[in-house]
C-alpha cells in the first residue's frame, strides 16, 4: 500500500469553527489531491497540488483552502465549517510516469461531521 | 450529461457467476483509464489500469471502446469477497486530474 496518512480520522466540530485536515505521504509524490466523497455524488475534487507551493481549485473549492509547504505534506483548511461541509475527505497521491499514465493512490479518509 | 457516468446498481450475483459494468465517458480526449475498488466505509483502491488493447489481471478483465466511449470491467467466476463498490476513473490529454464515476455496487451472494 501506498504510503499515505491523513489525520484526523475522525472529526466532529461545530459550524463557524476553523478546521485543518493533514495528508502525509512517504511516497515523494508530485501530485497531491484532496477530494470529498457524498452520496449521490461520488468523489470530487476539492484541491490539488503539483508542486511544494503549487496548487490549484477543483471542481468544488468553495469554502476549503489547501496549502503544501513540503512534498509531504498537504493540508486542507475549512477556515468556517458549514453544515455542507460534513463528508469523508479523501486526500490521494499520484506521480506520472512516461508513459503519461496517472494512478491515484488513496490515503484512508478522514470522516468530518459538521454540527 | 455527466462527464463520466455508472449505473448505480447494485448488481446482485451469485457466488461463480460472470458480471459486466460498464462506464461511459462524454469527453473524446479522455487519455487514461482506471477501475477502482472501493469497500464500505474504506477508500478507493487501485483495481486496474485500462489499456487501449484491453488487459486481463486474474479474473479481471479491463477493455476500452474509443469509439463508443465507455470502458468496460469484466469479473469471471465472482467472490463473496467481490462485493463493493466499483469506481470508474478517466482522465485528460494534458490534465493530471481524475474524473470519478459514482460507482456501480456489486453484492455477490452464496
Known amino acids: 500500500d501506498a504510503g499515505i496518512t491523513q489525520s484526523p480520522r475522525h472529526k466532529v466540530t461545530e459550524t463557524g469553527t476553523p478546521v485543518t485536515l493533514r495528508c502525509h505521504q512517504t511516497?515523494?509524490?508530485?501530485?497531491m489531491y484532496w477530494y470529498r466523497q457524498d452520496p449521490g455524488h461520488g468523489l470530487r475534487l476539492i484541491h490539488y497540488?503539483?508542486?511544494?507551493?503549487?496548487?490549484d481549485k477543483g471542481e468544488v473549492s468553495d469554502g476549503y483552502s489547501v496549502s503544501r509547504s513540503k512534498t509531504e505534506d498537504f493540508l486542507l483548511t475549512l477556515e468556517s465549517a458549514t453544515s455542507s461541509q460534513t463528508s469523508v475527505y479523501f486526500c490521494?497521491?499520484?506521480?506520472?510516469?512516461?508513459?503519461?499514465?496517472?494512478?491515484?493512490?488513496f490515503g484512508p479518509g478522514t470522516r468530518l461531521t459538521v454540527l | 450529461r455527466k462527464e463520466v457516468e455508472q449505473d448505480p446498481g447494485p448488481f446482485n450475483v451469485p457466488e461463480g457467476a460472470t458480471v459486466a459494468f460498464n462506464c461511459t465517458y462524454s469527453?473524446?480526449?479522455?487519455?487514461?483509464f482506471f477501475w477502482y475498488r472501493q469497500d464500505c466505509r474504506k477508500e478507493p483502491k487501485l483495481l486496474m489500469s485500462?489499456?487501449?488493447s484491453g488487459n486481463e489481471d486474474g479474473r479481471f478483465t479491463a477493455q476500452l471502446n474509443r469509439a463508443s466511449q465507455y470502458i468496460s470491467l469484466l469479473i469471471r467466476d465472482s467472490k463473496l469477497s467481490d462485493s463493493a463498490t466499483y469506481l470508474c476513473?478517466?482522465?485528460?490529454?494534458?490534465?493530471?486530474?481524475?474524473?470519478f464515476g459514482t460507482g456501480t455496487r456489486l453484492l455477490v451472494s452464496p
Open positions: 511516497e515523494n509524490h508530485r501530485y
Open positions: 476513473a478517466v482522465s485528460f490529454v494534458g490534465f493530471q486530474k481524475l474524473v
Open positions: 490521494a497521491i499520484s506521480e506520472k510516469t512516461s508513459g503519461g499514465n496517472n494512478e491515484q493512490f
Open positions: 485500462v489499456y487501449s
Open positions: 469527453n473524446s480526449a479522455s487519455q487514461s
Open positions: 497540488s503539483y508542486g511544494v507551493k503549487d496548487t
